[in-house]
């Protein structure tokens, strides 16, 4: 089998200013690899912080991960946000402006779960951008 096959990169169109991002997992049976966004904050002086969600179905009680970056983000920054499954979340930013977050190794996601996030104190000039998903397939329906 092609690597096709097992590896899909889902790229995200921008969700607009003020909006979160909302990717929805496609049939069959998924694992996260990795996921990496870019958060361009307003001049409207608050703290944001990152969080990301995933979710079984459309039920949104039912959380199956849950992870804050473990940092704030103030006002007219650029930061990006990156997680990925093996290596240690940093609660400080790298050189390059890049929060780290660590991914579960072993959560299955199947289709119709949801990769999200939930961004506290985001203000509508706030914009997602640069938005990226790869995921591993372990079952086609």
């Given at each position: 089998?092609?690597?096709?096959?097992?590896?899909?990169?889902?790229?995200?169109p921008?969700?607009?200013?003020?909006?979160?991002?909302?990717?929805?997992?496609p049939?069959?049976?998924?694992?996260?690899?990795?996921?990496?966004?870019?958060?361009?904050?307003?001049?409207v002086v608050?703290?944001?912080?990152?969080?990301?969600?995933?979710?079984?179905?459309?039920?949104?009680?039912?959380?199956?991960?849950?992870?804050a970056?473990?940092?704030?983000?103030?006002a007219?920054?650029?930061?990006?946000?990156?997680?990925?499954?093996?290596?240690p979340?940093?609660?400080?930013?790298?050189?390059?402006?890049?929060?780290?977050?660590?991914?579960?190794?072993?959560?299955?996601?199947?289709?119709?779960?949801t990769?999200?996030?939930s961004?506290?104190?985001?203000?509508?000039g706030?914009?997602?951008?640069n938005?990226?998903?790869?995921?591993?397939?372990?079952?086609?329906?």
């Amino acid at each position: 089998m092609a690597l096709d096959d097992f590896i899909l990169d889902v790229t995200v169109p921008n969700p607009g200013a003020g909006n979160e991002i909302a990717i929805t997992i496609p049939s069959g049976v998924w694992r996260v690899v990795s996921f990496c966004a870019t958060l361009t904050t307003s001049a409207v002086v608050a703290n944001r912080t990152f969080q990301m969600i995933w979710r079984q179905g459309v039920n949104a009680a039912l959380f199956i991960f849950l992870q804050a970056a473990g940092l704030t983000q103030a006002a007219s920054l650029t930061n990006r946000y990156v997680g990925a499954r093996g290596i240690p979340s940093s609660a400080a930013l790298i050189a390059t402006n890049s929060a780290i977050i660590q991914l579960p190794a072993d959560t299955v996601l199947t289709g119709g779960d949801t990769v999200s996030t939930s961004t506290v104190n985001l203000d509508p000039g706030d914009a997602y951008s640069n938005v990226m998903l790869r995921l591993e397939r372990l079952w086609r329906p």
